[in-house]
């Protein structure tokens, strides 16, 4: 009897339907990697984009871990999960649940945005997996409301945002009161940089590393092409037609800068497309009013930087568009990430201009998809594209070459020019006199 892939995980049959309720057949790059490692009791630190299933990598896990060691009595949380932002804890709590539907365990928030008696029941009742955001749970623990000892999983979903943020110092005061565990996972957006690296290093024991970008596999699912516009106005033209002619239905328009946000989404508004967006700082209430407004239908566009959408979890998403294209092929990753989810297919299209051929090469060449233009009828580029439609690096051979140059050119320099010293030089060939002939002289 053929396994299927989930199964091979030697995952429990609670979970095994819970996740063919949710569709998932089959595991992402990141799960197959994480699971296994976590389900053997080794710390991780992953790195997986938005949209590539990282959520179920530690839940499912965490979920299993519980299944595998019940307890006799209840108790206080076993799984502690920390995010950096309500939304974000309220979107994992939901997963949580949806995953472990067919199980006994209980799942709870706290988060700022709440009110004390709200989270009265989390810390009076049994609770098995507690997902919370560090400032508002640190708070809790000084007041001794919240018991730490029974942890024995620690969980951090976008650590380099928490850090970000300003939560470094309080989720290593929590990972201090939850040292009784016996196991931590690391999940960031990228593993890079010095701040989240020492915060690995500090709370994490041998972890297993894991860099876990979308596999080509699950990118074959995103039809991926680009527009060449003349202008910024141009750029509003063709993406306006685009949002029509293709019935966008839940598209996720991304800018570079916030300034860009709320005029594109007017300027779209006005020509007759129901549109909305997302800034960094807007209040809880006005974020979670512009991703119900899109997730119901009201709206058909929502328009957001990276930094305002990361952490937003919306199911069904059907076209990325590109307005600005990123600076990082990276980024960009990330944001067509969030199309194409569970087996569907998905739309990610750009729209660039002259100076944007650069960031399009660096793109083309880190994801290795070869992205075609295409044009808009009634909506032709004037300008031409740079010639083979992308500004021309130079080569590696190119750049040894000129590298090799001019380390010869700093070798010749060298020897030309040997640094002396001034007391090196001073009377040199001249031998000095005694000081008897110095004292005649003077007579």
Known sequence: MNLSPFEEFDLSPELLKALEKKGYTRPTAIQLEAIPAAMEERDVLGSAPTGTGKTAAFLLPAIQHLLDYPRRKPGAPRILILTPTRELAMQVAEQAEELAQFTHLKIATITGGVAYQNHGEVFNSNQDIVVATPGRLLQYIKEENFDCRAVEMLIFDEADRMLQMGFGQDAEKIAAETRWRKQTLLFSATLEGELLVDFAERLLNDPVKIDAEPSRRERK??????????????????????????????????????????????????????????????????????????????????????????????????????????????????????????????????FVEAHDYKLLGKIKRYTEELLKARILEGLEPRTKPPKDGEVKSMSKKQKARIKEKREEKKKSEVKKKIKLRHKDTKNIGKRRKPSAEKAAEKQ
């Open 221 to 350: 699912k995103i039809n991926q092409w680009y527009y060449h516009a003349d202008s910024n106005e141009h750029k509003i033209k063709l993406l306006a037609r685009f949002i029509e002619t293709e019935k966008v239905s839940r598209g996720i328009v991304f800018v570079r800068r916030r300034e860009d946000v709320r005029e594109l989404s007017e300027t779209l508004r006005k020509r007759g497309i129901r549109s909305t967006y997302l800034e960094g700082d807007m209040a809880q209430t006005q974020r979670n009013n512009a991703i119900d407004k899109l997730k119901s239908g009201v709206v058909t566009v929502l328009v957001a930087t990276d930094v305002a959408a990361r952490g937003i979890d919306i199911d069904d998403v059907t076209h990325i568009m590109n307005f600005d294209l990123p600076y990082s092929a990276d980024t960009y990753l990330h944001r067509i990430g969030r199309t194409a989810r569970a087996g569907k297919k998905g739309t990610a299209v750009s």
